[in-house]
């Protein structure tokens, strides 16, 4: 028997589907969406829980033998011990691949052409016709630092409208096995990119970009790689597209890389504070363009049904001992 424990929003089909496999029993608390102790009249026997945030009294569960989360981002299970008490965890990789890609697509058209310019012109009433607002994306040059979900659908839909895509990798692009894809999405089996580039090739990647998108969670060795010596690299003419972690552009070297027009803009999703706070430079930037971190689309209804997708699939896996779907190594959840 597999006793799972739900802190999420329910799907009532998908809840259906988990109730119908063979050997499991299921309790439902109320979602809380912050790290907070069990509810009092919670079971602690439970081998499966599926939350966005651990309970903080995960320690008083012993049986726990899997955290199903429903982020791609797994900071929440970072140095809390898990490794180390044999307890498997899985994250969210691959629901949110769609959606972030398509806004990073919409903010190089966005930027490319200068669409908050046009906007302002709008609200002023200015009729121009300006070349920079008529520039064309075909044939530019787009870097991905990352060949993650969100990296290869990226390249996907960029390779279909006519861009060269290079990327930066740590090792080398290895076709995907045991990570979530929805159907038809990214690439795979890692062959689209034009050109690979390693770590130690980090110059060569940036050095004649038109754009560039980080695509790498924030983790101990990314928070703060993008900093002066990256952000000069680039071409005045580049702009930088962040849907990734906030720290991993560092902030002051951002600003500055903005003031003295090291680059030519940016766009950012994700932020160094939640919410920015009115007073903060980037929003009096002209060219840069700011979200408040919805390229994920965690509201829309395609999040919940993929991420009960995941959970319901490894519930099945768990249950046959076999390979879990985005399953994090022991470096993941040590903070490497």
């Not at 799907?11 to 790290?35: A, D, K, M, Y």
């Not at 919409?106 to 046009?118: D, E, K, W």
């Not at 990327?167 to 929805?182: F, G, H, N, S, T």
């Amino acid at each position: 028997m597999l006793n799972i424990l739900i802190d999420m929003p329910i799907v009532e089909e998908r809840l259906e589907q988990l109730h119908n496999i063979p050997g499991v029993n299921v309790e439902i608390i109320p979602f809380r969406e912050t790290s907070e102790p069990l509810p009092a009249t919670a079971s602690k026997n439970f081998d499966i829980i599926f939350c966005t945030f651990p309970p903080i009294n995960l320690h008083d569960c012993p049986s726990i033998r899997l955290i199903q989360i429903s982020s791609v981002g797994y900071n929440q299970l970072v140095q809390i011990g898990l490794a180390e008490q044999g307890v498997k965890a899985c994250n969210g990789q691959g629901i949110f691949d769609v959606p972030i890609a398509e806004w990073n697509m919409g903010m190089i058209f966005q930027l490319a052409r200068n669409m908050r310019g046009m906007y302002r012109n709008q609200e002023q009433k200015v009729w121009d016709r300006s070349a920079l607002f008529q520039t064309e994306i075909r044939g530019s040059k787009l870097g991905i630092w990352g060949y993650g979900g969100i990296g290869r659908e990226t390249t996907r839909l960029a390779k279909a409208m006519g861009m060269h895509v290079q990327v930066l990798v740590r090792d080398a692009i290895k076709p995907r096995e045991q990570i979530y894809c929805v159907p038809g999405v990214g690439d795979p089996e890692g062959i689209l990119p034009d050109l690979v580039f390693t770590e130690d090739q980090e110059t060569e990647f940036l050095q004649d970009l038109d754009f560039l998108i980080l695509a790498v969670p924030l983790t101990n060795h990314t928070e703060g790689m993008i900093g002066e010596r990256q952000l000069r690299a680039l071409p005045p003419t580049a702009y930088i597209l962040n849907p990734s972690r906030g720290p991993i552009i560092q902030e002051a070297a951002l600003l500055r890389a903005l003031r003295e027009q090291w680059i030519a803009g940016a766009a950012l999703d994700t932020h160094y504070y939640y919410p920015m706070p009115p007073e903060h430079p980037l929003w009096e930037f002209p060219n840069v363009i700011m979200t408040p971190h919805i390229s994920g689309s965690s509201q829309s209804t395609h999040f919940l049904e993929r991420i009960w997708s995941i959970f319901i699939e490894n519930v099945k896996r768990l249950a046959n001992n076999e390979p879990l779907l985005n399953e994090l190594s022991s470096r993941q959840l040590q903070g490497e």
